[in-house]
């Protein structure tokens, strides 16, 4: 049976592991945004529109990803 020392431990990992997903998901979301949003603009010659509109996009789902860290759900 764990002991309590085992909990602690295994609850500090998981904080941890939490914070650096979210310091490595909110740039990732908002760099895909920019990335498609640019590539569109280039293909579909309406540039900057797309940009504009995705890397929105992408910083709102950054912001979404820290509220459901921070209300402790993951899904």
């Known amino acids: 049976m764990p002991d309590d020392n085992d909990k602690k431990d295994?609850?500090?990992a998981?904080?941890?592991y939490q914070a650096a997903s979210l310091g490595?998901?909110?740039?990732?979301?908002?760099g895909i945004g920019f990335f498609l949003?640019?590539?569109l603009d280039r293909t579909l010659h309406t540039w900057p529109w797309l940009?504009?509109?995705?890397t929105a996009c992408g910083i709102a789902a950054g912001f979404v990803n820290l509220f459901r860290?921070?209300?402790?759900t993951g899904e």
């Open 10 to 12: 295994r609850s500090t």
């Open 14 to 16: 998981d904080a941890l």
């Open 24 to 30: 490595f998901l909110f740039p990732v979301a908002i």
């Open 37 to 39: 949003g640019r590539w």
């Open 51 to 54: 940009t504009i509109i995705l």
């Open 69 to 72: 860290a921070g209300r402790g």
